[in-house]
């Protein structure tokens, strides 16, 4: 039987590493069988905390591929997106703007020959309305106004850009100021410039030398400047062509601008002629109001919206 040591000798509070090999203490078999069975258990809950920490390690990565898996799905998205972007903006920079300015001018000829004819030949007109009986013209002409907004409001929905707003939205102002300028001009021609049908000269004679003059001046001024486009031409660094050509332009076109209405005097018909164009361009005016305020409500929205996940 091993001897045992007192529990309170120095011996024994000294550490086993501290003992000389002859006073180190001899375990029994049961002791030696616990310490192996203790090693074995603390070997396997390493094992296991291995394998857990290996387990959480795996699950991780797997969760960090599928996270990845979908980073890459999304960003996939956005990039298909941004290309249908471009592609619509490119399409949008190549898309035309004269089909819709065709579109309503067709629709606004019709409305305003229908609104001139009713007021000159009320008797000719067969169509006496449904909604409104006693003005089948203006019936007419609102059915024309709302199929040009249906019309250029699908086309603004088949190319929702913005450059392709502001482009719509200029020629729409350009239309704009035409049929104002027409017809500001067809009340100065049934009001202003109704006396010159009270002169008493012959107007057919100012008629042609207005012409003549028109004729001489024009013909010249699109002949120098034919010439000065000509290659190797050096009519353009002389201040004499310039002169010349201004010069011979403002004749011309203000010869043309007085020729119409002297020609409408000399037949005596200047506020048949002034409140006919003065009708036609306030139908004009109605026409592209509404391509400007859907094209400025558009175009908004779509500033809006940029910047946000696609």
Not at 23 to 34: I, N, Q
Not at 143 to 162: E, K, N, Q
């Amino acid at each position: 039987m091993p001897r045992q040591l007192p529990a309170g000798s120095r011996i024994a509070q000294m550490p086993p590493s501290a003992l000389p090999d002859s006073e180190m203490p001899e375990l029994t078999e049961s002791e030696v069988l616990r310490a192996r069975e203790a090693a074995k258990q603390a070997k396997a809950e390493n094992e296991r905390e291995v394998k857990r920490r290996l387990r959480e390690a795996e699950a991780d990565l797997r969760r960090l591929q599928r996270t990845e898996k979908r980073a890459d799905r999304k960003a996939a998205r956005r990039g298909r997106a941004v290309e249908r972007r471009i592609r619509r903006v490119e399409e949008a920079m190549r898309q035309p703007v004269w089909p819709m300015v065709a579109l309503v001018l067709v629709l606004n000829a019709l409305a305003s020959t229908l609104a001139v004819w009713h007021m000159f030949w009320p008797d000719s007109f067969v169509y006496s309305g449904v909604l409104a009986p006693d003005a089948g013209q203006w019936e007419l002409a609102s059915y024309l106004f709302i199929g040009t907004c249906l019309g250029t409001g699908a086309m603004l929905a088949l190319t929702p850009t913005v450059d392709f707003q502001r482009r719509a939205r200029s020629a729409m102002a350009v239309y704009l100021a035409v049929a104002l300028l027409a017809t500001l001009v067809g009340l100065l021609t049934a009001m202003a410039l109704r006396p010159l049908e009270d002169v008493q000269a012959d107007l057919r004679v100012a008629v042609v030398r207005l012409a003549i003059v028109a004729a001489a001046t024009g013909v010249p001024a699109v002949a120098i400047w034919l010439v000065a486009g000509l290659r190797g031409s050096r009519l353009h660094f002389h201040a004499a062509y310039h002169w010349t050509l201004g010069i011979l332009t403002a004749v011309a076109l203000c010869a043309l601008i007085v020729l119409p209405f002297m020609a409408i005097a000399e037949e005596r018909m200047m506020s048949q002629v002034g409140l006919g164009l003065a009708v036609a361009g306030a139908v004009g005016i109605m026409f592209p109001l509404p391509v400007i305020l859907g094209t400025v409500a558009a175009e908004r929205v779509l500033e809006g919206r940029v910047g946000q996940p696609g």
